[in-house]
């Protein structure tokens, strides 16, 4: 005789929604957005189907959109021109440009949304690098003084929680002492803790034109190999004030997640980075793949191994779904 059958709690669908562990909901996830200079355009991104770089006007009117469908948080990157790039990433803190304008018109218009910005070199520097480059070298603590003053004209127009996604050591505790010293007490860290070197940030890339002018990003960004290194950075950012944890990619890296959601108390965010996007969008546009059901397991599976934060090109499209 079988006494257990596992099989009777998935017998109907209403006792399977009773078992359920695990559910997603719209106030999981923040949703990356592209910006650009110009007026009128929306340029979809090759390598990410129904993800497109915004002119300012229009990426406002895409925030309505998407704030009507219940999501409550954007990241905003912007794509520059060559020529406002340069060695020290000097467009990336001057109040008048692109991305410090478009964050306070956005904060303007859209008060309650909690606005993530992101803190690196890449999207301003003509070596595509998060960091300060020379001979070849990605210098640490030269570094810092553009990503503070990068944080600090973020905070000036309106930023709720700053994104340092750009890996160099200390930064946190650099950033949060500046932040504090300024009396901006409260805009919060999310601090790319957990971030590595990986291929699947390709169609990220594209989006933003930033990819390395040479060499890759293995001296800052970390090994795919490593689990137990992960411990060490979030011992560091937590110590150092970060608010939110970040494991970025997501998919391939579900057991750091949960190990990261085992260790530490403040909340965990999972970045399903855009080569997870693309790989989905590709093979259902192929027929391979039914898109939809193929993004609901994934974002469930990233639930699942522990993260409370998703960020998410699918964003949108969870809420579409779902509405
Ligand atoms: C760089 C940055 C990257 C992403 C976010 N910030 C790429 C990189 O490290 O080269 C990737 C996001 C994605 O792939 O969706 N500071």
Redo the contacts with the bound molecule.
């Keep these: 005789m079988l006494i257990n059958r596992p099989r009777r709690n998935r017998k109907s669908a209403a006792i399977r929604d009773l078992v359920q562990e695990t559910n997603l909901s719209v106030n999981d996830f923040i949703f ?1 957005m592209f910006v650009m200079e110009g007026s009128g355009i929306k340029s979809e991104i090759k390598s990410m189907p129904n993800i497109y770089r915004f002119s300012l006007d229009t990426l406002i009117e895409e925030i309505k959109e998407v704030t009507d469908l219940g999501i409550k948080s954007i990241c905003l ?1 912007p794509n520059y021109p060559e020529s406002k790039k340069d060695k020290y990433a000097t467009e990336s803190h001057n109040p008048n440009t692109l991305y410090i304008k478009a964050l306070s018109e956005i904060k303007n218009k859209f008060p309650d949304l909690a606005l993530m910005t ?1 803190i ?1 070199m ?2 301003y520097s003509s070596d595509g690098h ?1 960091g300060l480059v020379e001979n070849g070298q990605i210098l640490n603590d030269e570094t810092l003084d553009i990503l503070g003053k990068m944080a600090l004209a973020q905070a000036r127009a309106g930023a709720d929680i700053l994104g340092p ?2 890996m160099m050591d200390g930064r946190i505790g650099y950033i949060r002492e500046l932040l504090d010293d300024e009396g901006f007490t409260n805009v919060s860290i999310m601090s ?1 803790s957990v ?1 590595y070197a990986s291929a ?6 594209d989006a933003l034109d ?1 990819a ?1 002018k040479f060499g890759d ?1 293995k001296t800052y ?1 970390m090994n795919p190999a490593n689990v137990r290194e992960a411990l060490i950075e979030g011992q560091l950012d937590a110590a150092e004030g970060a608010d939110f944890l970040m494991v ?2 997501a998919f391939s890296y579900l057991d750091v997640i949960k190990t990261m959601a085992d260790n530490f108390d403040l909340p965990i965010a999972a ?1 399903n ?3 997870e ?1 693309a790989m989905i969008k590709a093979a259902a546009q192929n027929g391979w793949l039914d898109g939809d059901k193929a993004m609901l397991e994934m974002l469930l599976s990233i639930k699942r191994a522990g993260a409370k934060i998703i960020l998410s ?1 699918f964003a949108k499209e969870y809420a579409q779904l779902k509405a």
């Excluded at 699947?200 to 890339?205: K, S, T």
């Design positions: 990356p990157f992101d690196a890449d999207p998060d996604s750009d790319y971030k699947f940030y390709g169609p990220f890339r930033s390395p990003k960004q970025k990619p970045y980075v855009s080569g996007y090109y």
